[in-house]
T-cell receptor
Framework: GDSVTQMEGPVTLSEEAFLTINCTYTATGYPSLFWYVQYPGEGLQLLLK?????DKGSNKGFEATYRKETTSFHLEKGSVQVSDSAVYFCALRPYTGANSKLTFGKGITLSVRP | DAMVIQNPRYQVTQFGKPVTLSCSQTLNHNVMYWYQQKSSQAPKLLFH???????NEADTPDNFQSRRPNTSFCFLDIRSPGLGDAAMYLC????????????FGPGTRLTVT
């Protein structure tokens, strides 16, 4: 079945540091890929998405590129801020199939210190 | 703004006392989902509705049920909450099809005493 693997956390960075969060996936066909962010006590918010190979999703300074050859969708940001502290989930959704559902990675907690 | 609304944000119930959580949406999406999320874990899908068609996950306990009286509203009923049902419950909606993201509500934090 489909699966998403995220790097182990938590991750702690200083403000303005470079961020990379690794995500790889296993799926049949060509799924859509997503990064969601969850702030403490809140629901999940879509951060960015990509729906086909070589697409780059971007939002709020975060970027991720859909790499079919390495089945990866790594999240990057050039300069993190304290306000980026949150839990980040990588997810996939099959392109076809009735009632296609999201498969989440385990999530990773990012803490950014001033 | 179009959105997903969950009420209440915090719910306290007693062991074994039925509780209902509600979700409404203004996005007019045909698919609605209920997830359970425990601390430091990814959301776990309980069930979803595709229009009026109910789809239960194989490992969702019978204690959890759902109703969708119309496109905009969906309810999660927990018939006899146990201590292990304390969690954040998230409602989400989407258009059908793999291209589309899910939109999540803010969640209801359920405490069982």
């Amino acid at each position: 079945g489909d699966s998403v693997t995220q790097m182990e956390g938590p991750v702690t960075l200083s403000e303005e540091a470079f961020l990379t969060i690794n995500c790889t996936y296993t799926a049949t066909g060509y799924p859509s890929l997503f990064w969601y962010v969850q702030y403490p006590g809140e629901g999940l918010q879509l951060l960015l998405k990509a729906t086909k190979a070589d697409d780059k999703g971007s939002n709020k300074g975060f970027e991720a590129t859909y790499r079919k050859e390495t089945t990866s969708f790594h999240l990057e940001k050039g300069s993190v801020q304290v306000s980026d502290s949150a839990v980040y989930f990588c997810a996939l959704r099959p392109y076809t199939g009735a009632n296609s559902k999201l498969t989440f990675g385990k999530g990773i907690t990012l803490s950014v210190r001033p | 703004d179009a959105m997903v609304i969950q009420n209440p944000r915090y719910q306290v119930t007693q062991f074994g006392k039925p509780v209902t959580l509600s979700c409404s949406q203004t996005l007019n999406h045909n698919v609605m989902y209920w997830y359970q999320q425990k601390s430091s874990q990814a959301p776990k899908l309980l069930f979803h509705y595709y229009d009026k068609d109910f789809n239960n996950e194989a490992d969702t306990p019978d204690n959890f049920q759902s109703r969708r009286p119309n496109t905009s509203f969906c309810f999660l009923d927990i018939r006899s909450p146990g201590l292990g049902d304390a969690a954040m419950y998230l409602c989400a909606t989407s258009r059908d099809g793999g291209l589309y993201e899910q939109y999540f509500g803010p969640g209801t934090r359920l405490t069982v005493t």
